[in-house]
């Protein structure tokens, strides 16, 4: 195709040949009501659409955006649209269309009354038809239940809830866990701790944390034996309690003191773990001069776990940077209150240091970027943006499993 002029003749003529197999639904339009509110509440869209604008042209997708103000559209953006219309604003000298004083004879308190940038005025038209009902749904509807062609296929959402039962496990293998679908493409996402050995999650209250914490274990414990996985969890609320009843559990923290033991045990472990210098660099590429389990630390409402007089978790802190040699997988999953502070706490700081992936869910923004740059927003119970160096950032549904 030379062209979507070309594209459009082709089309208009097999359409009227009959042809099948032709692109039932032609040109798409976006439209974006109130520029403004994209930037604001959905800032990850806006570079997206921008790129909409730029190269849609191209393929017959049109971006038609609305905004109170000129200055919302970013420039990159706004000399995108070569089609401009203003409605009376609310200070005519930020007109970009027309001079001030052309922009200021646009009247005031009648909608619809604008002017166009060869300096003519226009009024818009109501989306309205006689007998169809006084508000614009009628008409919508009415087009609806007239039209015989095809439609346009709906927009697929990411569920509400679901369930830890319809992941497909079989689908990975080794140390790669199917934990929810993405909105993309619906799709599974794996969080592999073959490359990235860590994890950190942070959210509100009820957001669906202590459910991911479920879940992860319970996959953990249906795929390895406990002669290839042990798990280790701390949980002073006590919200994972019963998760794991097998002897994949080495170890359940409650409180400070036997949280101490059991990690200062198992860094004590992990020290023998530790490549020397005989190691050669095969087997440093295929970890052969260790055997025993991979170990796994969850470790729920970590912010309460910080927050004592001293910290658990330190004695782990020397192994995160060799955590994939030594077979360590840290996950801690913490409030999001008060994590914009968490620069200075040793763990979490280490964490970020090591480019750690995370998944960021239900918090408020003004924590600041929590993982990588991705900020904490207003999100469903099991939604977050999940942050990895392979992926980058992606909003995911995850696998809901209620205790017991």
């Not at 038209?125 to 007998?131: E, F, I, K, Q, T």
């Not at 293998?173 to 999650?201: K, M, Q």
């Amino acid at each position: 195709m030379e062209s979507m002029a070309a594209w459009r003749q082709r089309r208009a003529a097999a359409l009227a040949g009959g042809q099948p197999g032709i692109d039932p639904f032609g040109d798409v339009f976006l439209g974006v009501d109130g520029w403004n509110s994209l930037r604001t509440d959905y800032e990850e869209l806006e570079p997206l659409v921008t790129e909409l604008a730029t190269r849609g042209l191209a393929y017959g997708v049109h971006v038609v955006a609305t905004a109170l103000r000129w200055s919302d559209f970013r420039p990159a953006i706004r000399d995108l649209f070569g089609s401009r219309l203003e409605l009376r604003l609310g200070d005519p000298a930020d007109s970009v269309v027309v001079k001030r004083p052309v922009a200021a004879t646009v009247p005031e308190n009648q909608p619809g009354r604008g002017i166009t940038a060869t300096e003519l005025h226009f009024l818009a038209a109501m989306p309205r038809v006689a007998g169809l009902g006084a508000e614009t749904t009628d008409l919508v509807k009415a087009i609806a239940g007239a039209w015989t062609g095809p439609s346009a296929p709906p927009v697929r959402l990411l569920p509400p809830v679901l369930p830890y039962a319809e992941l497909d496990q079989g689908a990975t293998s080794g140390l790669a866990f199917p934990i929810g679908v993405a909105e993309a493409d619906l799709r599974p996402v794996v969080l592999d701790f073959a490359t990235e050995p860590n994890f950190v999650v942070f959210g509100d209250p009820e957001c669906g944390k202590s459910s991911f914490l479920r879940a992860l274990a319970t996959s953990i414990v249906n795929r390895f034996t406990p002669d290839q996985a042990r798990v280790m969890l701390v949980d002073y609320r006590r919200s994972l309690m019963g998760t794991i009843e097998t002897p994949h559990l080495i170890g359940y923290g409650t409180a400070a003191p036997h949280t101490t033991e059991l990690i200062e045990s198992a860094a004590g472990y992990l020290q023998g773990r530790l490549a020397g210098p005989e190691v050669t660099p095969a087997e440093l590429r295929d970890r052969s001069w260790w055997t025993g389990p991979e170990l796994f630390v969850l470790v729920d409402d970590y912010d309460l776990v910080a927050g004592g007089p001293s910290n658990p978790l330190r004695a782990l802190e020397e192994h995160l940077p060799h955590a994939r040699d030594v077979g360590l997988h840290v996950v801690l999953a913490r409030r999001s209150g008060g994590a914009g502070r968490t620069s200075y706490e040793p763990i979490i700081q280490r964490l970020r240091e090591l480019s750690t992936a995370g998944l960021v869910m239900s918090g408020a923004p003004e924590e600041g970027p929590l993982v990588g740059q991705v900020k904490a927003a207003p999100l469903p119970p099991g939604r977050g943006r999940l942050v990895t160096r392979r992926e980058g950032v992606r909003l995911v549904q995850l696998a809901h499993l209620p205790p017991g």
